[in-house]
């Protein structure tokens, strides 16, 4: 396992140090490297690497395959789909996702649909919320940004986050509207109910950012000022929700469990301990992870304590290595991102 695994992370290493993506031909050997890592004993290790290069070649094709095409970029469209994500609000605009349903040119003909996109809508903006429907009249770019050396590479983090293309809502009251009983449940919507909530409790006030920054993962409300103090003092990445936040919230959830299961009762003859313990931590953090939107961070960190978790849950005696490995194996399968080399990808 171990070993597998490393292969696997080398072979997806070697892609991203291409200057550009390799034919897609290459991806009809990609089903025989599960017959060569089960058949072949000689062949196994070769097959994992190549396997972590050729699953790294078919998740960045398919993500780039789904970007806006070249010649509708810069030009007007219509757009009918959800909001996704919490909508960011500024002095000049509001700023949201948008997942992409259906797309039409002017002239009405139908389009294939980028998927999700991000918008600003400047001006006087009317309300948004998570899973409300809209049809929407935008301009739309190809994901780009400035490459300067040690700035932040903002081409990359689009494309980390699955967003396919950016752009802004164009003033027009007859198409820019609302779409009644089409609204679909999503976990933004709770985490927008719950923002509102705590703004009309809180205020504006800097003690309240910082309470919807760790409780929901919104970090919209921050100050310049505060974000000034939490760079100087290095004390700026315990805003950003990840593995000691969901690891605290599953820890206590676990500990808590330990301590009361045994006074249960008839449930303790039927449910150890132990697995009741992980499931309730396992649902902590979950729970938790969901309120920060479930962000890249905390999908890795509970892929991490699933695989520990399963394995306590088990009464399984396994080394800290095979627990890390496996969970390395699991995130890189689940949801490759690709850092390093994306931008000449993109």
Known sequence: MRTGSLLFLAGILTLVQFRDLPSPLLLVLLPICPILIWKSRLLRLPALYLAGFLWALLRA????????????????VIIEGNISGLPVYRESGARFDFTIIDLTDVRG?????????????YGRYPALEPGARWRLKVRLKRPHGFINPGGFDYEGWLFQQRIAATGYVLPDRRVNRRLRGKERFSVHRLRF?????????????????????????????????QWRVLIRTGTSHLLAIS?????????????????LWPFTGLLLLGIATPRA???????????????????????RALIMLGVYLTLVSQSRRTSMSHVITLALLLMLCLDLELRRGKRAML
């Not at 992980?278 to 890249?296: E, P």
């Open 193 to 225: 109910k719950l923002r509102r909530r705590l703004r009309e409790y809180l205020g504006a006030s800097p003690a309240g950012a910082l309470v919807m920054a760790l409780a929901i993962g919104d970090r919209s409300g921050l100050s310049n000022r």
């Open 277 to 299: 313990a992980a499931f309730v931590s396992m649902t902590a953090a979950a729970g938790y992870a969901g309120l920060a939107g479930f962000a890249i961070p905390t999908q």
């Open 243 to 259: 593995g000691l936040h969901i690891g605290i919230v599953a820890g206590l959830g676990y500990m808590a469990t330990r301590c």
């Open 61 to 76: 094709d398919v993500i780039l395959s789904g970007r806006l095409k070249s010649e509708l970029e810069g030009r007007t």
């Open 109 to 121: 003909h139908h389009r294939q649909a980028p998927g999700r996109t991000r918008l600003s809508w």
